[in-house]
């Protein structure tokens, strides 16, 4: 058998196992049905890497899989470095052993906690590049403080631990560094879990969802957020509410990339509920939790699963007004998916128009953004240059040509 053939086989087989039909995996792709008929049959190439990618992420394959020819690389995260070596490092590791050689003196809780904030507040406005430049530091004094304070006030450090790692987590993720984000997440949970504060160790179980989804680790993702969740519903409370919507809207993202499409309407219950009973948006812990992120999900859901009319709909229903001016992040997600619905109907220039202004918003999270720069090349293999005059100088600034 020959390799165009064995991929279009690998490709249907794969298709049918997640219970997709051509239609819905051409249009998710970008690309015709009669395309997709033409490739299962072995009739004709699939050589564009971001077609490539995108199957290989819908279809739970490798790219190599698909492909002949090694895969190119999207821009990377130059911080990725600095945050590694940070965390890589054993700073003080001869004073844990031997007590008499501690020197020096640990960073202060409160310039912490502000430094936490400022971070937190970079990240919610995609800012990465410079969350990036300060997350060493704090990895560092965070992971001494923890080690070398006075005993009496290690536990506080050991929350401050797990916050740092909580940014570092989510971070990471966004930019393209999942497996690093995993060992983050997997820091967080362990500083949660010394610091004894059990709801620290939920909202690190909410970053590692996000992370397991982004590593296709569907499964392990819904157990996790599940025995959080029915942890968090012994322990009833005003802090415990948003984090537990939380993790249910990490269920959704879970469910949309399985496309079940019952499972995205029963965690998407679940969340809205939680939100009725808060009465407003809130940002505890940075989840920024509340009915207007429900329906954001709800939109992100949709355009995973090939849904453009719902991801469309839906998006009439929200009402930015509601969400906090430092969101921007937020704001800038709800255009890319919008971009990628408007994409499977073909309406480009819409299509277009959503990235642009995903760009004015955050220009950081379409050039880390995979989908971002996989949609533009998409875009890009059949442009009409009257009707989107645009495309071609947004995928200049993004990199891709």
């Known amino acids: 058998m020959d390799a165009r053939r064995e991929i279009g086989e690998k490709i249907a087989r794969a298709r049918r196992r997640r219970g997709l039909s051509q239609a819905v995996l051409a249009g998710l792709v970008g690309r015709s049905e009669s395309w997709l008929s033409q490739v299962e049959r072995g009739q004709r190439d699939v050589s564009n890497h971001a077609v490539i990618t995108a199957l290989a992420e819908i279809l739970g394959l490798s790219v190599d899989d698909l492909a002949t020819k090694k895969s190119t690389t999207m821009t990377r995260y130059e911080a990725a470095t600095g945050i590694r070596q940070a965390m890589l490092g054993y700073d003080g590791l001869s004073a844990m052993i031997d007590h008499r050689l501690a020197g020096g003196s640990v960073e202060s809780i409160l310039w912490l906690r502000h430094e936490i904030r400022q971070v937190n507040r970079l990240y919610q406005a995609t800012r990465y590049d410079e969350v990036g430049k300060r997350l060493p530091r704090l990895i560092i004094a965070t ?52 610091a004894e504060r059990p709801l620290l160790a939920a909202v690190s179980a909410y970053r590692l969802g996000y992370v397991l989804v982004r590593l296709r680790e569907i499964s392990k993702a819904l157990e996790v957020v599940r025995r959080a969740g029915e942890a968090l519903r012994r322990t009833p409370g005003a802090r415990t509410r948003p984090v537990l919507g939380g993790l249910h809207l990490v ?45 954001i999900h709800e939109i992100s859901a949709a355009a995973d699963s090939g849904d453009s009319r719902t991801a469309i709909a839906a998006s009439e229903r929200l009402d930015l007004s509601t969400l906090a001016p430092g969101l921007v992040g937020r704001r800038s997600q709800i255009h890319l998916d919008l971009a990628r619905a408007y994409a499977v109907q073909r309406k480009d220039a819409a299509s277009v128009n959503m990235l642009l202004e995903a760009e004015r918003l955050s220009p950081e999270l379409v050039r880390y953004g995979g989908r971002p720069r996989d949609l533009l090349t998409q875009l890009l293999k059949r442009e009409h240059r009257a009707s989107t005059p645009q495309l071609r100088p947004l995928a200049q600034r993004a990199g891709i040509i």
Do not use: K
Not at 146 to 168: Q, V
Not at 271 to 277: C, I, M, N, S
């Open 143 to 194: 992971e001494l403080g923890s080690r070398h304070a006075p005993s009496r006030g290690r536990r506080a450090y050991h929350s401050l631990r797990s916050l740092t790692y909580h940014c570092t987590t989510t971070t990471l993720r966004r930019v393209g560094e999942p497996e690093l984000a995993w060992v983050a997440a997997d820091r967080s949970l362990a500083a949660a879990q010394a």
């Open 251 to 295: 269920a959704v993202t879970a469910a949309a990339a399985a496309y079940d499409q019952a499972g995205i309407r029963q965690h998407l219950d679940e969340a809205r509920q939680v939100a009725e009973t808060l009465g407003e948006d809130r940002n505890d812990f940075w989840t920024a939790f509340g009915m207007t992120n429900v329906i």
